[in-house]
């Protein structure tokens, strides 16, 4: 996984947090991103979660979860996968 920040910027990052801000402002729906490193608890207290750590290791990262179900491993979702989970047009939040 590469960092938002240092030589190069991942891109899809930074369009992620673009889209977070965007749909945590509206106060419609929530999106939390944690870090393993930053936030071990939330790994280590999701099931799941463990569960595929334990199986894959770190490569199974990032794992993306709506309303509880786990619906993308080892990728972050594209802009067409945020507006299908959220069921809006995320237009205004799109980075060029």
Do not use: W
Not at 55 to 84: H, M, R, W
Request: charged share 20%; with cysteine; aromatic share 6%.
């Amino acid at each position: 996984m590469q960092p938002v920040c240092g030589p190069s910027v991942n891109k899809i990052l930074v369009q992620t947090t673009a889209i977070r801000r965007h749909v945590n402002a509206d106060g419609k729906n929530l999106i939390i991103r944690r870090n393993l490193t930053q936030n071990p608890d939330a790994f280590a207290r999701n099931h799941q979660i463990q569960a595929l750590l334990e199986k894959y290791g770190i490569a199974i990262l990032p794992i993306t979860i709506v309303d509880g179900i786990i619906t993308k491993q080892g990728g972050y979702p594209t802009f067409q996968e945020f507006s299908n989970y959220l069921h809006q047009d995320l237009s205004r939040a799109r980075v060029h």
